[in-house]
């Protein structure tokens, strides 16, 4: 398991390389350009601006999170193989600093979608919230307004020029079953795996977020069923999926630690965070402790350590905590508090799983 953690750049984070640098366990940086709108060319001289940065603090740089898809690659317009092309010429450009693993989405309009930005928790720390009544009733420009309300920082799927066209993504997506969405990314698997083979970079697709449709949006990346069916539209190893445990485990119907087992030679990148699941259908993001929220972290970890998890793990979104001022979800202290209980679980589960072993070999030298 390789510890890495999510960084922005400088100017547009509130946590700095330094601080990054003292979390015990960090190996590398999550991280992306993202000023480049979807669809352009991620030049290598911009790749290797990040490249400089990471080298002065020992981190690398194998995943990104993430290449954005154009929406006309997820429509199937009429003009997709221009911007696959140019998502190609990225996937070229960044295997030559050493990225193994571009997590990405397909999800129409929106990335991740909450109602409010700092809900209070009942320590008084406050987290990511989901209101279901509220999406349910909402008109997603009201959305729209309260999330990019945010001057400090740019908001990961919530860019500028994404916002500026929303009427007319909706317009375009009124037509698009998600058959059609399903088909649309095969298309664009279908010309991008084969250079990911040639050029050792793997793909790994993030889960919808929340995993439903919302505004009658098509959502496809929601369940294991159509997370097995994702990594068969071409089956390689380098069509993979980020497996987000905060993300899917909204769904109750969704049982993180059976994926795992189950998508095992699939997982290239793990985002482990907990969520606080009511009745209603609302969720909360709380600490990562097992205890404070509705996932089983502690058997999460178990998973991955019985499968001998070799991939990416990074501490999803934290809590805000100590009068923390800092990008929504990303703030430095929950995040690192969170990769202390993920490392003493795995390291506790190793040395468990270290002394079964010893104990077998034991019993059979003294058996022979």
Avoid at 139 to 150: E, G, R, T, Y
Avoid at 202 to 209: G, Q, R, T, Y
Avoid at 329 to 348: E, F, K, T, V
């Amino acid at each position: 398991m390789k510890m890495v953690f999510r960084w922005f750049g400088e100017g547009n984070d509130s946590v700095s390389l330094s601080q990054i640098n003292q979390i015990p366990g960090v190996e590398g940086l999550v991280w992306a350009l993202h000023d480049i709108p979807a669809g352009e060319v991620w030049t290598l001289d911009r790749i290797q601006e990040w490249k400089r940065m990471a080298d002065g603090y020992h981190f690398h740089l194998d995943v990104v999170e993430s290449v954005n898809i154009h929406e006309s690659i997820k429509l199937g317009n009429s003009d997709r193989d221009y911007y696959i092309d140019n998502y190609i010429e990225t996937i070229k450009n960044l295997s030559k600093v050493g990225v193994k693993v571009i997590c990405y989405n397909f999800m129409p309009v929106f990335d991740w979608i909450r109602t409010d930005l700092f809900g209070v928790l009942p320590d008084q720390s406050t987290a990511l919230f989901y209101e279901k009544a509220k999406v349910e009733n909402m008109d997603p420009l009201d959305l729209v307004s309260k999330i990019a309300a945010n001057p400090e920082y740019t908001m990961p799927g919530w860019e500028p020029e994404r916002l500026e066209t929303l009427k007319e993504l909706f317009e375009a997506y009124q037509n698009v079953s998600t058959e059609d969405l399903m088909a649309n990314l095969q298309y664009f698997l279908e010309r991008v795996i084969p250079v990911c083979e040639e050029f050792d970079v793997k793909l790994a697709i993030h889960p919808d977020d929340p995993p439903w449709e919302i505004f009658g949006l098509p959502r496809i990346v929601t369940t294991k069923d159509r997370l097995i069916q994702i990594t068969k539209l071409v089956d390689s190893q380098y069509n993979g999926i980020t497996l987000c445990s905060g993300a899917l485990g909204v769904r109750e119907d969704n049982d993180i630690v059976e994926m795992i087992y189950e998508l095992q030679d699939r997982i290239h990148f793990a985002h482990i965070r907990n969520v606080k699941l009511f009745e209603n259908g609302d969720f909360i993001e709380t600490s990562h402790l097992t205890k404070d929220g509705s996932l089983p972290i502690d058997r999460i970890m178990k998973a991955y350590c019985d499968i001998d998890y070799q991939g990416y793990v990074r501490p999803d979104h934290g809590r805000h905590i100590w009068d923390e001022v800092c990008r929504p979800g990303y703030g430095l202290y929950d995040r690192a508090m969170g990769i202390m209980y993920l490392l003493g679980l795995w390291d506790a589960l190793q040395l468990s799983k270290k002394e079964a072993e010893l104990n077998v070999t034991n019993s059979l030298e003294l058996k022979g």
